[in-house]
């Protein structure tokens, strides 16, 4: 798999958009991008996942660099209940069998 | 949404105690799956299901066992509870093989052994 290289933490003021970078030169090319966060003693919650094109749901947005060897997840409009840990995965989809590695991951605080 | 519900939050137990931790999933997931996450170690899969009856080891299945007599509810059984089985556990569920990577998580169960 892939590795991914994310900053160890950000900040964000609330109401403004959180820009998360993730790192994966070593990339190949039918490696999806898979974002998840984790909200404080709870379980990991999926964001969003892409191949090459951009993708956008209620959750983020996810912004793949042409070459693909990095990515942006974007939450618009961040609020207090974003504060998490936020995890960027690379991986051949149907291939794990759940045995996802999630790294260190970015921890995000959403300020008021 | 999916809902994959964990039936204790938080789990007091003695050594040597058989321990059960029950999963739910509401939206007729094939597959199902049971981590332990601990500080510095990240998620590590212990035991995973793709069909009722059917399971799976995963990568420290040792001291548990797993139990899928229905589709929606997976369980997992510590046999005889030791300290070292002190963990957040976490039960996932995801539609089908091919989207393993694309995994709905419950809201985890600390278990403490003393």
């Known amino acids: 798999d892939a590795k991914t290289t994310q900053p160890p933490s950000m900040d964000c003021a609330e109401g403004r958009a959180a820009n998360l970078p993730c790192n994966h030169s070593t990339i190949s090319g039918n490696e999806y991008v898979y974002w998840y966060r984790q909200i404080h003693s709870q379980g990991p919650q999926y964001i969003i996942h892409g191949l090459k094109n951009n993708e956008t749901n209620e959750m983020a947005s996810l912004i793949i660099t042409e070459d693909r060897k990095s990515s942006t997840l974007i939450l618009p409009h961040a609020t207090l209940r974003d504060t998490a840990v936020y995890y960027c995965i690379v991986r051949v989809s149907g291939t794990s069998y759940g045995k996802l590695t999630f790294g260190q991951g970015t921890i995000l605080t959403v300020h008021p | 949404d999916v809902k994959v519900t964990q039936s204790s939050r938080y789990l007091v137990k003695r050594t040597g105690e058989k321990v059960f931790l029950e999963c739910v999933q509401d939206?007729?997931?094939?597959?199902m799956f049971w981590y332990r996450q601990d500080p510095g170690l990240g998620l590590r899969l212990i035991y995973f299901?793709?069909?009722?009856?059917?399971?799976e080891k995963g990568d420290i299945p040792e001291g548990y066992s797993v139990s899928r007599e229905k589709k929606e509810r997976f369980s997992l059984i510590l046999e005889s509870a030791s300290t070292n089985q002190t963990s957040m556990y976490l039960c996932?569920?995801?539609?089908?093989?091919?989207?393993?990577?694309?995994?709905?998580f419950g809201s985890g169960t600390q278990l403490s052994v003393l």
């Open positions: 299901s793709y069909d009722v009856k059917m399971k």
């Open positions: 939206m007729d997931h094939e597959n």
């Open positions: 996932a569920s995801s539609q089908d093989p091919s989207t393993n990577e694309k995994l709905f």
